[in-house]
C-alpha cells in the first residue's frame, strides 16, 4: 500500500531509537536477550505497538489446539495403518498403506490444505472454510480440516518407519513366545506396540520442529490466528522484536514437546528411564 | 502304548520353503505318548525346529506345511507350550516378567472358566478388574520363586534385560507352564546357557517332569543333554527322521551312518577319577555330587 | 554369480521412475516447440489442449515446457543443496556413534538446539540476513538438514560400533579413520541413503512451500514451487495452472520413495 | 588368591619366564566393579591355555586386555617380555596377536566380501609383500580356506558373510586371524554356537597349528570337551578372578574342590551320560584318557 | 444454500422479520489488522480505513472522486483562494451524544497541524483557523493552495470532540467518539475489530447494519473460499485473478469504482544507467503495456499511459502519447544510449505479490529483446521498503497512489525532486516540471491549471522517469445479498448504505 510512504524520514529514524533498532543485529540480540533474562520481557512489537508476549500469549491457543489436534491425528491415523499393513506383509493392503502416504509425501501443505478447503468446506459444506469457531466443539470442528493437513504431511514418515519397526518386533523371538502361550492376537499386537514404538516416538520428537513449523503454512491457509500467521506478519513487517520473541516461544515449544516425548519414551521403556 | 494315548502323533510331515518349494522337512513320522520324554537330535538345519514349529502351529515366514492333517492331534487337542533357545530374546523387554507370566495364566483362565465368561461383559470386568490382576500377579510371582527366582520380584516386579540369561529361561519355563500345557516342546533351551545354570534348568525339567507328569518333546543338538533328559531319541539327518528308538539304544548302539559320526564327534571330558564306575549311581547322586566332594 | 545382489522390485520401479522423470526433464525442453520462459499473452491461461498439453500459465508460456525446465533447476538443486548436509550429517553421525562419550553430547546437544527452532522460522530469518532465492534455502539445509543424518546415522553406528567385527579390525591393526571409513560407513550408508532419499522429498516439498511464502526462487527461472504458488489462486477455476507443476512433484517424491522402500527391503532380506 | 590345583609345583602366573605372552596382574573396572581382578596369565610359544569358568567371570574381558582393545586399570601386557601399550600398539604388535571372537553372527563385516575380509589384513601387514597381484592375493586366500574345510566353490571369494552359514562364518574368522600368520590366538568361544561335528574340524585345525607352527593360543570356552581336546594348561576364572589353574591332565584328574568341582561334576553330568551309554572304553578309564580324547580330533 | 454462519442466520432472522431483536452483521476480510486509531499519525490502509468509519472531516469525495461536502453543509472559496468558510450541518452528534459544534473542527485541525508525527500533514501555508461561531469553520492562508480541499477530505481532517472529551489523547485514541457511522465496540490489535452502529449518526436511519467485523484473513484464497461460503459478506482487496470466478458465482458479485492507484516501474535516475533518458525510453519502448494489463488484470484494469489516473481531474489518459511498445524504437534508443550493447541491472521485487511478479517477468524479457538483462531481487515487503527508500534499487515496481481527489496529490510526490519523496525516490529532476508543478498549486481550478498539468504529464512520458502501466479497478467482493455498498477511488468503503438480504 502506498499510504505509508509519506513518512517523514525523522520519524522513522525516532521510532527505530526508541525501539533500539539503530543498533546493529547483534547488538540488538543480545540486549533482547538480557532483557529476557532479567524481566522476562521480550520486548515491544514494531508493528503491533504492543508486548510481544502478549501477542504471542494471545495466539497461543489456536496454534496449541493445532498442533495437539495434529499430534493426535498422526498418531491415530499412523498406528492402525503401520499395525494393519505390518499385518498383511506383501499384500495388497500392504501395498496400498505404501503407496498411498507415498503420494501424500510430495504433497506441500499448502496445497493439500487448499484442496480440502475446496473440497471439504466449499463444495461439500462439511467443514468451515476458515479460522475458528468459540467453544471447544467449535475448536474442534474448525480444527479438523487443517490438523488433517499437517497430519497427513506427516504420517508417511511416521507409518513408514513403523511399519518397518513392527515388521521387525513381529520376528522377533518374544512374539513367538507369546504367540506359543495361547495370548490371543489383541495381546499379542498390544505386546507388539510397545515395543514398535520407541523409535517412532525418537522420529515423532524430531519430526515435531516440522510440526510446529508445519502450522504457519496451515495457519496461513486456514487463516488461523495462531502463532505462525503472526510471525508470517512479523516476518513481512520486519518486525524483528516479535521474531525474537516467536522464535523463542517456538523454540520453548519444540523443548517443551521433545521433553514430553521423552517421558513418554520413559513410560514405554525403563532402559530411558534408567538412563540406559 | 495304545494309540489313544498318543498326544502327539505326527505322520509324514513335509514342510517346503514357500519361495521354491524346496523340501525342508521331507515325510517325518512319530508319535509321543503321554508322560513321555521324546529327544529330537541331529545336525543343524535338519529341520528340528520345523517339526516342533509345525508342531506348535507356529510356522515361521517362508515356509509352510505342505498337508496340514499331518500334525493333526489323534484324540482331543492338547495343551502345548513351547521354551526356546534364546532365552532373553524369547521374553517382552518391555514388559515386567511376572506381569507376562501373569497375563498368561489369565488369558488360560478364561479359556478354561468356558462358558460362564463368553459374555463379552465379563470378559471385559475380568481383564480390567484390579482384584484379579493383582491376584494374577500373586500367584504368577509364587510360580517364579519356586522355580528359583528371587523373592523381590513378589514386591517390585523386574524387566527381562534385568536377570540373568539363567533366570530368563526358568521365566520362559514359567510363561510355558502358566499354559498348564499337557505336552511341552522345548527347542534347545539350555544351549546358550553356561554349564552350571544348564544342569540347573535340566534339573529343573526333569523336576518338573516328575512332580507335573508332563510330556516332552526335546529338541537339542546336545547328546549328552538328550541322554539326560529322554526317554527315547529321534534322529534327524536333512529332513528326514534316519533312526528311532530307546535313547540308552540308540547311544550305545547307533545303527544309521549319521547317527554313528554324530556320537562319534562328542568330545569326552575325562571321566572322575573318584566316581563310582557306575552311569546308575552317577545319575542318582545327581546333582548333589559336586557337594559330596566338598570335603577334600 | 551369486555376489550380485539382486534388486528389489519396488527399487527398480522406483529407478525406472526417476529415470523417466529425468528423461522427460532433458528431452522436454529440447523437444517443445515453447520457450520456457516467453511470454504470450495472447494465448495466457489456456487449458489443457494437443498444443499445449499442460495448458498455459498467466503469461501464457507453455507449462508442460516450464514443468520440464524447471524439474532441471529444481532437481539439480534437491541433489546440490542435499549433498553437503548428507556429507557433514553422516560424517558426524560416524564419529559421533563410534566414540561416543563427548563427541556423541556435542553433536547431540548441537541438533537439539538447532532442531528447537522450526524449519521455516528459520528459512525467514536466514532470508531476513541474506535474501531470498538459492542461496537462503542452501544455508538453512546446511544448518538443519546434516541433523536428520548425524543422528541416523549416530544411531546406526552406535548399534554397530560394539560389534565384534569392528574389533576384529582393531585387532587387524586398522587406524580408527580407516575402520570407520572402510568398515563402518558401507555398513550405514544405506540407511543413511534411505533417509537421504525420503529427505530429498521433504527438500523439494520444502522448496515449493518456499515458494508459496514467497521466498523461493527468483522468477524468471522457472521453479515447480513457484509454479504451484503462482497457480494456487486459480487452483478452483484454472486447475492445470497449479495442479500439473504439482503432480511433478508429487511424481519425484513417489520415485524417490519406492527408491528408498526398496534400499530398506534390500537391507532387510539381503 | 589363585588355587593351584594341587599336587602340581605351583605354576605361579606372575613370574613364567621366556613366555611369548604374558598379562600380569591385571585389573579392569567397570565402574567400580572389577570384572578381572589382578590375574595373570602367561602362554609359551605353541602353548594352548584354556581358560573356563561360568558366564561373566569376566573370560572375554580378560581376551581383550590380551588383544589390546581395552586398557586395564593396572597390570602389564608383556609380549616376548617387553612390554605392550594397552591399546596404542604398533602394526606389527597388532598383527602378532589376533583375536577370533565368540559370536559368529557379528564378527564378520556384513557388507564385506570374503575376499576383501581375508585380503585386507594381509595388505595391510605386507604378509604377502607390497602390492601383490590379486591372483597371488585370492590362491593365498583359497589356501586359508581351504585350511579351514571351506572353498570349493568358484564364487565364494565374492560372496559375503549373510551367504553361509554360523559354523562358516567361524571358519572365516579364524580363517581371517590366521591370514596373518600372528604368533598368538586368542580365540573366544570359537566353537559355542556350531554343532559337534563342525566343531570338531576347527579344533582339529588349531591343535594342527599349535604343533606346526608353534602358535600359542588363549582358547576360553565353557566346554571342558573342547578344553580336554585342545589344551595343555587350564586356568578357571570366577568373579574375576583366577580360582585355580595348572596343566590340564592334573585339572581333569586330580578331584577338585570348590567351584573347579562344581564346574567339573557339572560338565560331567551332562556330557558324560552320553558318552558313558556309547563308549564304554571311557567309562572304566584307560590311563591314557586325554590322549584317547586327543586322537579323535584329526 | 447458505453455509449456517452467524452472519447469514442473522440475515435469514432479519429478512423474515420474525425477530425484532435480531442484530444484522457484515464480516469485511481484511487482510491486516487494525493497530491503531490516530487518524493524524497513522497513514497504512489497514488503519486508515478503520478510522474512516469513526471520523469524519468537513468534505469528503464520492464514487468518481468528485469532493463533496459532508459534515459541512457547504463551502465557500473567496476569490482570491486566501479564505475556506464552512458551514457545519444541523444536529450533528457524536456517538457519546454531544454536540458538534465549530470549536471541535477548530480544535482538530489544529491539533492535526500540531501533531509533529502527522503522517498526512496540511501542506498548505495556512495563517488562521476560527470559528466565528458554533455552525462555522474559517480557514484562512497565507498563500493560495489549490489541493486544500481535496486535503481537508482526508481521513486525517476527521472531526475530533475538542479536547477529546476531557481525556488524554492516548486514551481517547484507545476508545475514540467521532462523528462515523461505526463505534468501535471490541478490538484486537493483531486480530478482529468489531464495530456496533452509531445510534446517533446524522443520517437519519443510518447505517442498516447492527454490526461491522473487520476480520483478518491473510492469505487471499482463504478470503475468497470464506467469502464463497458466507463466513465473511465481504472482501476488501480480493485478487484481480479471483475476479471472474467471484462475478459469475453463485453466491457472490463484485463491485467497482475507478481507482486512484497507477501501478509503476520505477527507475532510480541515481544509477548510471538510468541516468540516461534513452535507456529508459528504450525500456519503456520495449514493453508492452498492454500485455502487463492484460495479464495481471483479468479485465479489471486498464493500461496507464500517463502518471495520473484517469479518475483524477486533469489526467490526459485519453489524450496522451506515451512511449510504449515500439521495439525498434527500443533498439534504436539503447543505441543512442551510452549502453548501446546492453548492460545488466536487477529489478526489486517485494516478494508475495503474484501480479508484480507476473509484471516483473513480462519487462524482464522485454528487455532481454533489446539486449539488457534484468535480474530479479526478490525481497520482503519490509526490507523492499527500506531499500527503495534508500535508494539502494535500479529499477523497482511499486503503485502509486493519490491520498485525495488532486492532480497535485501524485505530481507533487511524483514529480518533486526536493520534495522528501524525491521524485518518488527516483530523484529525477526536471527544472521546467518543478515550476510548474508550484505553479499547478497555486493555480485555481480550471483551464489554466490543466493545462499545466498536460504539459507536466507529457514530459513525464517523453522522459520516463517511471513506466506508469496499469491502473486497476478498485474492486470488492460481496456476497450477492448484499446491497449499497459505496466503494470508494481511495479503496476504501463506505457501509452506511449497506443491506444484508
Ligand atoms: N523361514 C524359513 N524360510 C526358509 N527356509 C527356512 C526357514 N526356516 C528354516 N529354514 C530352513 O529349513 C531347514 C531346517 O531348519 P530348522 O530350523 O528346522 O533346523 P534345525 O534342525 O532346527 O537346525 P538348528 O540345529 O541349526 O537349529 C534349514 O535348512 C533352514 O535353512
Ligand atoms: N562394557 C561393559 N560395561 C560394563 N560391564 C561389563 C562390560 N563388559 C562386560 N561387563 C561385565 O564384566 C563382567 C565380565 O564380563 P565378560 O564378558 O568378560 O564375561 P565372560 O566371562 O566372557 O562371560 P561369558 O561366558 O558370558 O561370555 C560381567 O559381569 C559383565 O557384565
Ligand atoms: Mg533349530
Ligand atoms: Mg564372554
Same mark, same amino acid.
Given at each position: 500500500m502506498v499510504l505509508g510512504l509519506k513518512a517523514r524520514p525523522e520519524q522513522i529514524a525516532d521510532m527505530h531509537r526508541r525501539l533500539g533498532l539503530d543498533q546493529p543485529l547483534w547488538r540488538q540480540f543480545t540486549s533482547f536477550i538480557l532483557t529476557l533474562v532479567t524481566t522476562g520481557d521480550t520486548g515491544e512489537s514494531i508493528a503491533y505497538h504492543a508486548s510481544s508476549r502478549a501477542l504471542v500469549l494471545d495466539r497461543l491457543p489456536v496454534s496449541l489446539w493445532l498442533v495437539g489436534c495434529s499430534a493426535v491425528l498422526v498418531v491415530a491415523i499412523s498406528l492402525p495403518l503401520a499395525m494393519t499393513a505390518a499385518l498383511h506383509k506383501g499384500t495388497w493392503i500392504d501395498q496400498l498403506v505404501r503407496v498411498v502416504p507415498t503420494i501424500t509425501l510430495g504433497m506441500p501443505e499448502f496445497w493439500v490444505g487448499l484442496v480440502f478447503v475446496l473440497l471439504?468446506?466449499?463444495?461439500?459444506?462439511?467443514?468451515?472454510?476458515g479460522g475458528t469457531q468459540p467453544g471447544i466443539d467449535g475448536m474442534l470442528y474448525s480444527m479438523a480440516l487443517p490438523s488433517l493437513t499437517i497430519a497427513l504431511a506427516q504420517t508417511p514418515f511416521i507409518v513408514r518407519s513403523l511399519r518397518t519397526r513392527i515388521l521387525d518386533v513381529l520376528g522377533a523371538d518374544f512374539v513367538t513366545t507369546l504367540r506359543a502361550a495361547g495370548l490371543p492376537e489383541r495381546a499379542i499386537r498390544r505386546h507388539v506396540l510397545r515395543n514398535s514404538l520407541m523409535p517412532a516416538l525418537e522420529l515423532y520428537g524430531m519430526k515435531i520442529s516440522f510440526l510446529i513449523g508445519g502450522t504457519l503454512v496451515v495457519e496461513q491457509v486456514f487463516g488461523l490466528r495462531g502463532v505462525g500467521t503472526l510471525l508470517f506478519s512479523a516476518i513481512t513487517a520486519r518486525d524483528f522484536p516479535l521474531i525474537q520473541a516467536i522464535a523463542m516461544y517456538c523454540a520453548l515449544g519444540v523443548v517443551i514437546v521433545s521433553t514430553l516425548v521423552r517421558i513418554a519414551t520413559g513410560l514405554v521403556d525403563y532402559r530411558v528411564r534408567e538412563g540406559r | 502304548m495304545s494309540g489313544d494315548d498318543n498326544l502327539i502323533a505326527v505322520r509324514d510331515l513335509h514342510v517346503v520353503a514357500t519361495?521354491?518349494?524346496?523340501?525342508?522337512?521331507?515325510?517325518v513320522s512319530f508319535d509321543v505318548a503321554r508322560g513321555e520324554a521324546v529327544g529330537i537330535v541331529g545336525e543343524?538345519?535338519?529341520?528340528k525346529s520345523l517339526t516342533l514349529r509345525a508342531i506348535m502351529g507356529l510356522m515361521p515366514e517362508g515356509v509352510r506345511i *505342505? %498337508?496340514? @492333517?499331518?500334525?493333526?492331534?489323534?484324540?482331543?487337542r492338547p495343551r502345548l507350550a513351547m521354551i526356546f533357545q534364546d532365552p532373553v530374546a524369547?521374553?517382552?523387554?518391555?514388559?515386567g516378567v511376572v506381569a507376562q507370566v501373569a497375563e498368561v495364566m489369565r488369558c488360560h483362565e478364561q479359556g478354561d472358566?468356558?462358558? *460362564? %465368561?463368553? @459374555?463379552p461383559i465379563g470378559r471385559l470386568a475380568r481383564r480390567f478388574s484390579p482384584s484379579i490382576r493383582r491376584e494374577s500377579r500373586r500367584r504368577a510371582a509364587d510360580l517364579l520363586i519356586s522355580l528359583?527366582?528371587?523373592?523381590?520380584l513378589r514386591e517390585h516386579d523386574r524387566y527381562p534385560?534385568?536377570?540373568s540369561g539363567g533366570q530368563c529361561q526358568r521365566v520362559g519355563i514359567a510363561i510355558a507352564l502358566a499354559v498348564r500345557p499337557d505336552v511341552l516342546l522345548c527347542d534347545?533351551?539350555?544351549?546358550?546357557?553356561d554349564v552350571t545354570v544348564q544342569r540347573q534348568i535340566l534339573d529343573l525339567l526333569a523336576r518338573l517332569r516328575g512332580e507335573l507328569g508332563l510330556t516332552m518333546l526335546f529338541v537339542t543338538h546336545n547328546l549328552g543333554v538328550a541322554a539326560h533328559l529322554c526317554d527315547r531319541l529321534i534322529v534327524m539327518h536333512d529332513g528326514h527322521v534316519v533312526e528311532t528308538g530307546p535313547t540308552a539304544r540308540i547311544l550305545a548302539d547307533p545303527q544309521d551312518d549319521y547317527t554313528k559320526r554324530l556320537i562319534d564327534a562328542i568330545l569326552p571330558i575325562p571321566?572322575?577319577?573318584?566316581?563310582?564306575?557306575t552311569g546308575a549311581a552317577e545319575e542318582e547322586t545327581g546333582s548333589t555330587a559336586g557337594k559330596g566332594k566338598e570335603p577334600r | 554369480m551369486t555376489m550380485k545382489r539382486t534388486l528389489a522390485p519396488t527399487l527398480v520401479a522406483g529407478l525406472v521412475l526417476i529415470a523417466l522423470i529425468a528423461l522427460a526433464v532433458i528431452v522436454i525442453p529440447f523437444l517443445?516447440?515453447?520457450?520456457?520462459?516467453?511470454?504470450d499473452i495472447a494465448a495466457?491461461?489456456?487449458?489443457?489442449?494437443?498444443?499445449?498439453p499442460f495448458g498455459t500459465d498467466q503469461l501464457g508460456r507453455d507449462i508442460l515446457t516450464r514443468v520440464a525446465a524447471a524439474g532441471r533447476i529444481d532437481l539439480a538443486l534437491m541433489i546440490g543443496v542435499e549433498a553437503a548436509p548428507f556429507v557433514i550429517g553422516t560424517a558426524a553421525g560416524l564419529v559421533a556413534g563410534f566414540y561416543g562419550g563427548w563427541p556423541r553430547r556435542v553433536i547431540t546437544l548441537l541438533s537439539d538446539a538447532l532442531i528447537a527452532f522450526p524449519f521455516y522460522l528459520l528459512v525467514a530469518v536466514v532470508a531476513f540476513v541474506t535474501g531470498t532465492g538459492v542461496k537462503g534455502i542452501f544455508l538453512t539445509f546446511l544448518i538443519m538438514g546434516w541433523i536428520i543424518f548425524a543422528r541416523t546415522v549416530t544411531g546406526a553406528t552406535a548399534s554397530l560400533a560394539s560389534a565384534e567385527w569392528v574389533e576384529s579390525a582393531r585387532v587387524m591393526g586398522f587406524s580408527d579413520l580407516s575402520i570407520l571409513v572402510r568398515q563402518m560407513l558401507p555398513n550405514v550408508l544405506s540407511q543413511a541413503v534411505t533417509v537421504l532419499v525420503s529427505d530429498m522429498v521433504a527438500l523439494l516439498v520444502a522448496i515449493v512451500t518456499l515458494g508459496y511464502l514467497g521466498l523461493g526462487i527468483a522468477p524468471p527461472t522457472p521453479d515447480w514451487g513457484t509454479m504451484i504458488a503462482d497457480g494456487q489462486s486459480f487452483?478452483?477455476?484454472?486447475?492445470?495452472?497449479?495442479t500439473l507443476p504439482g503432480s511433478a512433484v508429487v511424481l519425484v517424491g513417489i520415485a524417490l520413495a519406492l527408491i528408498g522402500d526398496g534400499l530398506n527391503d534390500m537391507r532387510r532380506n539381503a | 588368591m589363585s588355587h593351584t590345583i594341587?599336587?602340581?609345583?605351583a605354576a605361579s602366573g606372575g613370574q613364567t619366564s621366556g613366555a611369548l605372552l604374558e598379562l600380569r596382574h591385571i585389573t579392569v573396572a567397570y565402574g567400580g566393579f572389577a570384572?578381572?581382578?589382578?590375574v595373570s596369565i602367561a602362554l609359551k610359544q605353541g602353548g594352548a591355555l584354556g581358560v573356563v569358568g561360568e558366564s561373566g567371570a569376566g573370560k572375554s574381558t580378560l581376551a581383550r586386555v590380551a588383544a589390546g582393545l581395552i586398557a586395564p586399570a593396572a597390570g602389564r601386557t608383556l609380549l616376548d617380555g617387553r612390554e605392550l601399550a594397552p591399546i596404542r600398539r604398533t602394526r606389527e604388535q597388532r598383527r602378532r596377536i589376533q583375536m577370533v571372537f565368540q559370536n559368529p553372527d557379528s564378527s564378520?563385516?556384513?557388507?564385506?566380501?570374503i575376499r576383501r575380509i581375508l585380503a585386507e589384513g594381509m595388505l595391510l601387514h605386507g604378509t604377502l609383500g607390497p602390492h601383490p597381484p590379486r591372483d597371488v592375493v585370492d590362491a593365498r586366500c583359497r589356501r586359508l580356506l581351504a585350511m579351514v574345510g571351506?572353498?570349493?566353490?568358484?564364487?565364494i571369494l565374492a560372496r559375503?558373510?549373510?551367504?553361509?552359514?554360523g559354523g562358516q562364518r567361524q571358519r572365516i574368522a579364524i580363517a581371517r586371524a590366521l591370514a596373518v600368520e600372528p604368533d598368538v590366538l586368542v580365540a573366544d568361544?570359537?566353537?559355542?554356537?556350531?554343532?559337534v561335528t563342525v566343531q570338531r574340524g576347527i579344533l582339529d585345525l588349531l591343535v594342527r597349528l599349535r604343533r606346526e607352527q608353534g602358535l600359542a593360543l588363549l582358547l576360553i570356552t565353557h566346554d571342558l570337551g573342547v578344553v580336554n581336546a585342545v589344551c595343555d594348561e587350564v586356568a578357571v576364572m570366577r568373579h574375576g578372578q583366577i580360582v585355580a589353574d595348572g596343566p590340564a591332565d592334573l585339572f581333569f584328574h586330580a578331584p577338585l574342590a570348590g567351584y573347579s568341582g562344581d564346574l567339573l561334576a557339572a560338565a560331567r553330568e551332562v556330557a558324560l551320560q552320553a558318552a558313558l551309554a556309547c563308549k564304554p572304553a571311557f567309562r572304566y578309564g584307560g590311563k591314557d584318557l586325554t590322549r584317547e580324547g586327543k586322537k579323535n580330533v584329526r | 444454500q447458505t453455509g449456517g454462519t452467524t452472519a447469514s442466520s442473522d440475515t435469514d432472522a432479519n429478512a423474515s422479520?420474525?425477530?425484532?431483536?435480531a442484530q444484522t452483521t457484515f464480516t469485511y476480510a481484511r487482510a491486516?489488522?487494525?493497530?491503531?486509531?490516530n487518524l493524524w499519525t497513522e497513514i497504512t490502509a489497514n488503519n486508515a480505513f478503520a478510522i474512516d468509519k469513526v471520523f469524519e472531516p468537513l468534505v469528503s469525495f464520492d464514487k468518481d472522486g468528485k469532493i463533496i461536502d459532508w459534515l459541512a453543509e457547504s463551502h465557500m472559496i473567496s476569490d482570491d483562494g486566501l479564505t475556506y468558510t464552512f458551514t457545519l450541518r444541523d444536529g450533528l452528534k457524536f456517538s457519546d451524544g454531544s454536540d458538534v459544534t465549530a470549536a471541535d473542527a477548530v480544535f482538530s485541525i489544529k491539533q492535526h497541524q500540531a501533531e509533529?508525527?502527522?503522517?498526512?500533514?496540511?501542506?498548505a501555508d495556512i495563517a488562521s483557523v476560527d470559528a466565528p461561531d458554533d455552525h462555522t469553520v474559517e480557514i484562512k492562508l497565507n498563500s493560495p493552495y489549490t489541493p486544500l480541499l481535496a486535503e481537508l477530505?482526508?481521513?486525517?481532517?476527521g472531526i475530533v470532540p475538542k479536547d477529546f472529551g476531557g481525556k488524554s489523547e492516548d486514551d481517547f485514541f484507545k476508545n475514540p467518539v467521532g462523528t462515523g457511522p461505526f463505534v468501535v465496540s471490541d478490538w484486537d490489535k493483531s486480530g478482529d475489530l468489531t464495530f456496533t452502529k452509531?445510534?446517533?449518526?446524522?443520517?437519519?436511519?443510518?447505517?442498516?447494519?447492527?454490526k461491522l467485523v473487520y476480520k483478518v484473513v491473510e492469505d487471499g484464497t482463504q478470503a475468497v473460499n470464506q467469502l464463497k461460503t458466507g463466513?465473511?459478506?465481504?472482501?476488501?482487496s480480493p485478487a484481480l485473478e479471483n475476479l471472474d470466478e467471484l462475478e459469475n458465482g453463485a453466491d457472490t458479485k463484485v463491485e467497482t469504482a475507478g481507482s486512484w492507484v497507477t501501478h509503476t516501474f520505477f527507475f532510480n535516475t541515481k544509477d548510471e544507467h538510468f541516468a540516461d533518458v534513452h535507456v529508459r525510453r528504450a525500456l519503456a519502448y520495449a514493453l508492452s503495456r498492454e500485455d502487463v494489463t492484460k495479464a495481471v488484470s483479468f479485465g479489471h484494469a486498464t493500461a496507464a499511459k500517463?502518471?495520473?489516473?484517469?479518475?483524477?481531474?486533469?489526467?490526459t489518459q485519453d489524450s496522451i502519447k506515451p512511449v510504449d511498445n515500439d521495439l525498434d524504437k527500443a533498439k534504436a534508443e539503447l543505441a543512442e544510449s551510452k549502453f548501446p550493447q546492453g548492460f545488466s541491472a536487477k529489478i526489486l521485487l517485494a516478494s508475495g505479490n503474484n501480479a508484480y511478479s507476473q509484471a516483473v517477468q513480462l519487462l524482464q524479457s522485454a528487455a532481454a529483446k533489446i539486449g539488457v538483462k534484468l535480474d530479479i531481487d526478490s525481497v520482503d515487503i519490509a526490507t523492499f521498503r527500506s531499500r527503495f527508500k534508500a535508494f539502494d534499487y535500479q529499477i523497482m515496481i511499486n503503485s502509486a497512489q493519490a491520498?485525495?481527489?488532486?492532480?497535485d496529490s501524485i505530481i507533487d510526490f511524483q514529480a518533486?525532486?526536493?520534495?522528501?519523496s524525491k521524485s518518488y525516490w527516483t530523484s529525477y529532476s526536471n527544472d521546467e516540471v518543478t515550476k510548474e508543478l508550484k505553479q499547478a498549486q497555486v493555480t485555481p481550478d480550471g483551464s489554466e491549471r490543466a493545462d499545466l498539468y498536460k504539459k507536466i504529464q507529457q514530459t513525464l512520458a517523453d522522459e520516463v522517469p517511471y513506466i506508469p502501466l496499469y491502473s486497476p479497478d478498485i474492486v470488492k467482493a460481496v456476497r450477492k445479498?448484499?446491497?449499497g455498498l459505496e466503494v470508494l477511488p481511495n479503496d476504501s468503503v463506505r457501509f452506511q448504505d449497506v443491506k444484508i438480504g
Open positions: 471439504f468446506a466449499v463444495t461439500l459444506k462439511i467443514f468451515p472454510v | 519361495a521354491d518349494g524346496r523340501p525342508l522337512v521331507d515325510g543343524s538345519g535338519s529341520g *505342505a %498337508d496340514p @492333517a499331518a500334525v493333526a492331534a489323534p484324540s482331543a524369547s521374553l517382552d523387554p518391555l514388559c472358566s468356558g462358558h *460362564a %465368561d463368553s @459374555a528359583g527366582l528371587p523373592e523381590s534385560g534385568q536377570l534347545e533351551p539350555t544351549t546358550a546357557l571321566a572322575d577319577p573318584s566316581a563310582k564306575p | 517443445s516447440p515453447y520457450d520456457p520462459i516467453a511470454e495466457m491461461l489456456q487449458p489443457p489442449s494437443l498444443a499445449h487452483l478452483s477455476t484454472r486447475w492445470w495452472v497449479s | 594341587p599336587a602340581v609345583p570384572a578381572v581382578d589382578d564378520l563385516n556384513p557388507s564385506h566380501t571351506l572353498g570349493e566353490e568358484r564364487d559375503r558373510p549373510r551367504a553361509f552359514s568361544e570359537p566353537t559355542s554356537a556350531l554343532d | 422479520g420474525s425477530n425484532a431483536s491486516a489488522s487494525v493497530t491503531s486509531l509533529k508525527d502527522a503522517a498526512l500533514p496540511l501542506t477530505a482526508n481521513f486525517s481532517n452509531n445510534k446517533h449518526y446524522w443520517q437519519e436511519g443510518k447505517p442498516g447494519i447492527d463466513e465473511v459478506d465481504g472482501i476488501e500517463t502518471v495520473l489516473p484517469k479518475a483524477i481531474e486533469y489526467s491520498d485525495y481527489p488532486d492532480a518533486d525532486p526536493d520534495g522528501f445479498n448484499v446491497s
